[in-house]
C-alpha cells in the first residue's frame, strides 16, 4: 500500500490522526485514536513480554521525562545531538542538510563535518527543494533537543529526553541495589522521546515526540556469556559495511556462528541480534525477505557507539528500507560520562572483589515505526475487501460478538460479549448492519475473530448453545460450543515469549 493509502485508512478508522487538526495540525505530532492506542499498547506489550522476558535480572522503570541540564551535558546530548541544517536565504524553509544533498548523495551526510557538507553543496550547485533557490545558507549544527525552563525562577534548564537509554544508566547505582547485585542487569523503559526534528515528515517515522521501547544491558566485559550455541545455524540477513561500499543494497544471510567466527563480532552482541531478528518474526510476523540489519561504519554511528547496526525493514509504503530498530554496543560511554558528570563512582563490586564499570549493550526499538510497519506489511486487499493480517495477539481488539438477527439474538449476544470481556477478552459487540458488513469491518481493524449467535445458538436442536467462529485468515466457520469458547480463542491469543537461555 502507498503511504497516503495507507494514511488515509488509519484517518478514515481513528488509527491515528494529527495533533491540534482542527488548528490545522503540529508539524511531527500524531494522536493515536482507539484502535491506534490499543495497538500500541499490545506492540509494548508484545516488547517488554519477549525482551524483559530474557532473563529474570531484567527489569522495566517507568521515570521521568524531564531531565536536568547536567545529565544531557555529561551524555554530550547537548554537544552531540545535532543535525546539519541548511536554511534557503529566498523562502527561509529550513532543511536537513541530508534532504538538500539528497539527488546529489543519496547516502546520507552521516559522518561528514559542515563544512565537508558546504563543500558538496557548493561543488553541485544544490538548489532549494522547495523554491529552487541557489541561496542557501551555511550548514549549521542545529541541536534536536527540546530544552524547557524549570522551576519558578526560570534559571533552571532541563530538557526533554531525547532517548529513554538516560533513564536507564541514571537508574543504574539503584537498580544495583534493588537486583541481585549481579551481572548481567538489564534495565527498560517505554516511553516518550522528544525530538525537535528539522523537517518532520514520512507520517511516524520522523516525529517530535515519539514512543522507544529500549533495553539497557549492564554487562561485565570480561564475563559476558550469551550462547551464541543454541543458534549456530541461524542465518542472519545482514548488510556488512563492506558489501555496502560494493553498491549492494540487500543482505546476505550469514549464519550466526560466522558472524562471531570470522566477521569479528562478540558473541553476546550476535546472540541479541538473533533474539531481535526473532522477535521481527516470531510476534510482530515482519517476511524474512523484508529484514536486513544494516551496519553503520565508524563514521556514521551514533556518537556513544562502538558496534552499530540498524534493524530495517522493507516498506512499499516508502519505497525502501526503514530503520525500525537496532542493536547498539555502547561500551562504557555512557557510565563513564556520568561518573564523571555527576562525581559518584559507578563501577560495582563483582565475583571475588573486582571493580568493575559494567559496559552497555542497548536494544533499541520505535514503537511508532513499527506501529506503521505492521500497517504496511500486514494489511491487504483482496477480493475487494480491506483485511488487516495482524498476528492475533496483537490486534487491537481480540474478538467481534455479533447477533444474526438483532432483535431475536441481541440479548443473548450482548450477555455472550460481555462473559468474553470478563474473562479478559477485548471484544467489540456490534449489531448494526448485514454480517457480511460486519465481517468487512472487523477485517479492516485487524480483529482474529467473529462470534455470531443465530437461531442454532438458542434453539433447543443440536446446535444448542454452540456459535459460528468465523476466522479472519481462512474466512474458515465452525461451530463451536459456547462453554469452550474463551479456552479456545485465550489459546489462540497466546503471546510467544523467547525461551530462555
Ligand atoms: N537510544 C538510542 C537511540 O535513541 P536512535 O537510532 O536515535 O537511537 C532509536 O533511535 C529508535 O527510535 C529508531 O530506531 C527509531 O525506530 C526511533 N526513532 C528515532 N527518531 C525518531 C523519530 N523522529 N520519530 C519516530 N521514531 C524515531
Same mark, same amino acid.
Given at each position: 500500500?502507498?503511504?497516503?493509502?495507507?494514511?488515509?485508512?488509519?484517518?478514515?478508522?481513528?488509527?491515528?490522526?494529527?495533533?491540534?487538526?482542527?488548528?490545522?495540525?503540529?508539524?511531527?505530532?500524531?494522536?493515536?485514536?482507539?484502535?491506534?492506542?490499543?495497538?500500541?499498547?499490545?506492540?509494548?506489550?508484545?516488547?517488554?513480554?519477549?525482551?524483559?522476558?530474557?532473563?529474570?535480572?531484567?527489569?522495566?522503570?517507568?521515570?521521568?521525562?524531564?531531565?536536568?541540564?547536567?545529565?544531557?551535558?555529561?551524555?554530550?546530548?547537548?554537544?552531540?545531538?545535532?543535525?546539519?541544517?541548511?536554511?534557503?536565504?529566498?523562502?527561509?524553509?529550513?532543511?536537513?542538510?541530508?534532504?538538500?544533498?539528497?539527488?546529489?548523495?543519496?547516502?546520507?551526510?552521516?559522518?561528514?563535518?559542515?563544512?565537508?557538507?558546504?563543500?558538496?553543496?557548493?561543488?553541485?550547485?544544490?538548489?532549494?527543494?522547495?523554491?529552487?533557490?541557489?541561496?542557501?545558507?551555511?550548514?549549521?549544527?542545529?541541536?534536536?533537543?527540546?530544552?524547557?525552563?524549570?522551576?519558578?525562577?526560570?534559571?533552571?534548564?532541563?530538557?526533554?529526553?531525547?532517548?529513554?537509554?538516560?533513564?536507564?544508566?541514571?537508574?543504574?547505582?539503584?537498580?544495583?541495589?534493588?537486583?541481585?547485585?549481579?551481572?548481567?542487569?538489564?534495565?527498560?523503559?517505554?516511553?516518550?522521546?522528544?525530538?525537535?526534528?528539522?523537517?518532520?515528515?514520512?507520517?511516524?517515522?520522523?516525529?517530535?515526540?515519539?514512543?522507544?521501547?529500549?533495553?539497557?544491558?549492564?554487562?561485565?566485559?570480561?564475563?559476558?556469556?550469551?550462547?551464541?550455541?543454541?543458534?549456530?545455524?541461524?542465518?542472519?540477513?545482514?548488510?556488512?559495511?563492506?558489501?555496502?561500499?560494493?553498491?549492494?543494497?540487500?543482505?546476505?544471510?550469514?549464519?550466526?556462528?560466522?558472524?562471531?567466527?570470522?566477521?569479528?563480532?562478540?558473541?553476546?552482541?550476535?546472540?541479541?541480534?538473533?533474539?531481535?531478528?526473532?522477535?521481527?518474526?516470531?510476534?510482530?510476523?515482519?517476511?524474512?525477505?523484508?529484514?536486513?540489519?544494516?551496519?553503520?561504519?565508524?563514521?556514521?554511528?551514533?556518537?556513544?557507539?562502538?558496534?552499530?547496526?540498524?534493524?530495517?525493514?522493507?516498506?512499499?509504503?516508502?519505497?525502501?528500507? +526503514?530503520?525500525? /530498530? =537496532?542493536?547498539?554496543? @555502547?561500551?562504557?560511554? $555512557? !557510565?563513564? *560520562?556520568?561518573?564523571?558528570?555527576?562525581?559518584? %563512582?559507578?563501577?560495582?563490586?563483582?565475583?571475588?572483589?573486582?571493580?568493575?564499570?559494567?559496559?552497555?549493550?542497548?536494544?533499541?526499538?520505535?514503537?511508532?515505526?513499527?506501529?506503521?510497519?505492521?500497517?504496511?506489511?500486514?494489511?491487504?486487499?483482496?477480493?475487494?475487501?480491506?483485511?488487516?493480517?495482524?498476528?492475533?495477539?496483537?490486534?487491537?481488539?481480540?474478538?467481534?460478538?455479533?447477533?444474526?438477527?438483532? +432483535?431475536?439474538? /441481541? =440479548?443473548?449476544?450482548? @450477555?455472550?460479549?460481555? $462473559? !468474553?470481556? *470478563?474473562?479478559?477478552?477485548?471484544?467489540?459487540? %456490534?449489531?448494526?448492519?448485514?454480517?457480511?458488513?460486519?465481517?468487512?469491518?472487523?477485517?479492516?481493524?485487524?480483529?482474529?475473530?467473529?462470534?455470531?449467535?443465530?437461531?442454532?445458538?438458542?434453539?433447543?436442536?443440536?446446535?444448542?448453545?454452540?456459535?459460528?467462529?468465523?476466522?479472519?485468515?481462512?474466512?474458515?466457520?465452525?461451530?463451536?460450543?459456547?462453554?469452550?469458547?474463551?479456552?479456545?480463542?485465550?489459546?489462540?491469543?497466546?503471546?510467544?515469549?523467547?525461551? @530462555?537461555?
Amino acid at each position: 500500500m502507498k503511504s497516503d493509502e495507507l494514511l488515509a485508512l488509519f484517518l478514515r478508522r481513528g488509527v491515528l490522526w494529527p495533533t491540534a487538526e482542527i488548528y490545522g495540525g503540529a508539524q511531527g505530532l500524531y494522536d493515536y485514536g482507539p484502535l491506534g492506542a490499543a495497538l500500541k499498547r499490545r506492540i509494548e506489550d508484545a516488547w517488554t513480554s519477549w525482551f524483559v522476558g530474557l532473563s529474570p535480572d531484567y527489569y522495566r522503570i517507568e521515570p521521568a521525562e524531564l531531565l536536568p541540564e547536567a545529565v544531557v551535558r555529561a551524555s554530550g546530548h547537548l554537544e552531540n545531538f545535532t543535525d546539519p541544517e541548511i536554511v534557503c536565504d529566498a523562502c527561509h524553509t529550513p532543511f536537513r542538510a541530508e534532504t538538500v544533498l539528497e539527488a546529489v548523495r543519496p547516502e546520507g551526510v552521516d559522518g561528514l563535518s559542515v563544512a565537508q557538507i558546504a563543500e558538496i553543496a557548493h561543488a553541485n550547485h544544490v538548489k532549494c527543494p522547495r523554491c529552487g533557490s541557489e541561496a542557501l545558507s551555511v550548514p549549521a549544527p542545529f541541536n534536536m533537543m527540546f530544552g524547557v525552563d524549570f522551576g519558578v525562577t526560570g534559571k533552571e534548564r532541563a530538557y526533554l529526553r531525547p532517548e529513554t537509554a538516560q533513564n536507564s544508566f541514571l537508574a543504574f547505582p539503584r537498580m544495583w541495589e534493588v537486583g541481585r547485585h549481579a551481572l548481567p542487569l538489564g534495565v527498560a523503559v517505554v516511553g516518550k522521546a522528544y525530538r525537535n526534528e528539522i523537517a518532520p515528515r514520512q507520517v511516524l517515522f520522523r516525529l517530535r515526540a515519539f514512543t522507544q521501547a529500549e533495553l539497557q544491558i549492564f554487562f561485565d566485559p570480561e564475563h559476558f556469556d550469551r550462547p551464541i550455541d543454541p543458534f549456530r545455524d541461524v542465518r542472519l540477513p545482514v548488510l556488512r559495511v563492506e558489501r555496502r561500499e560494493r553498491g549492494e543494497e540487500t543482505p546476505e544471510f550469514i549464519r550466526a556462528e560466522d558472524l562471531v567466527a570470522s566477521g569479528g563480532l562478540p558473541a553476546f552482541y550476535v546472540h541479541h541480534m538473533v533474539q531481535f531478528h526473532r522477535f521481527f518474526r516470531e510476534v510482530l510476523a515482519y517476511p524474512e525477505e523484508s529484514i536486513r540489519f544494516f551496519e553503520k561504519s565508524e563514521k556514521e554511528r551514533a556518537f556513544y557507539n562502538k558496534i552499530q547496526f540498524d534493524a530495517e525493514v522493507r516498506l512499499e509504503s516508502f519505497g525502501g528500507y +526503514k530503520e525500525l /530498530g =537496532a542493536v547498539h554496543y @555502547r561500551g562504557d560511554y $555512557d !557510565l563513564t *560520562r556520568h561518573a564523571e558528570g555527576s562525581g559518584k %563512582d559507578l563501577a560495582v563490586t563483582v565475583g571475588e572483589g573486582r571493580s568493575v564499570l559494567p559496559h552497555v549493550l542497548e536494544l533499541t526499538f520505535g514503537v511508532d515505526r513499527n506501529l506503521w510497519g505492521l500497517g504496511d506489511l500486514h494489511l491487504r486487499t483482496e477480493d475487494a475487501r480491506t483485511v488487516w493480517h495482524l498476528p492475533p495477539f496483537l490486534a487491537p481488539v481480540s474478538v467481534g460478538v455479533f447477533p444474526l438477527i438483532a +432483535k431475536a439474538h /441481541g =440479548a443473548y449476544a450482548q @450477555r455472550l460479549a460481555d $462473559d !468474553l470481556a *470478563r474473562a479478559g477478552l477485548t471484544v467489540q459487540y %456490534d449489531a448494526a448492519s448485514s454480517i457480511g458488513r460486519r465481517y468487512a469491518r472487523i477485517d479492516e481493524a485487524g480483529t482474529p475473530y467473529g462470534v455470531t449467535v443465530d437461531a442454532g445458538t438458542l434453539d433447543e436442536g443440536p446446535e444448542h448453545d454452540t456459535v459460528t467462529v468465523r476466522e479472519r485468515d481462512s474466512r474458515s466457520q465452525a461451530r463451536v460450543p459456547v462453554g469452550e469458547l474463551v479456552g479456545r480463542l485465550a489459546g489462540a491469543l497466546r503471546l510467544p515469549r523467547p525461551p @530462555r537461555i
